[in-house]
């Protein structure tokens, strides 16, 4: 049997619990983008993370800058990357629209998750609406 796209299950989970992925859209990509952010000189300070911000027109979009510095191993960025992608995929309906820069400022050895993810959520709840 053929499968017809948009019929599956999973399709039909998503549509159900809405559109939970980090399409390419809402993404700060480029280097002239991730400039304008931190040209604007706004930002907001948590103990990890410093989210810097610029209004813009459009929808939110969200750009990640983990230096190998601070964070030595991939597996250590990677899931920083993926803490934060997915608060932001949770609020994004609440977002005003700027572009954002999640940049990691402090190194994070001996941090839980749970830490990390509370200083994620606390530098986006401290966002100017």
């Known amino acids: 049997m053929r499968d017809i796209p948009g019929n599956s299950a999973h399709d039909q989970l998503g549509n159900r619990l ?27 300070r948590g103990r990890f993370f410093v ?20 964070a030595r191993h991939a597996v250590t960025r990677n899931l920083l990357k993926r803490l934060a992608r997915e608060h932001f ?9 700027h572009d954002l820069a999640l940049r990691l400022a402090q190194k994070t050895d001996g941090a839980t998750r749970a830490e990390l993810r509370e200083d994620i959520v606390s530098v986006f709840a401290r966002l100017p609406r």
């Open 18 to 44: 809405g559109n939970l992925g980090f399409p390419p859209e809402r993404r700060v990509r480029k280097t002239d983008e991730y400039s304008s952010v931190f040209a604007f000189r706004r930002s907001v």
């Open 89 to 97: 995929r949770h609020i994004l309906d609440t977002l005003p629209g």
């Open 51 to 70: 989210l810097h911000y610029r209004p813009v027109a459009g929808p939110a979009r969200l750009g990640l800058v983990v230096a190998r510095k601070l």
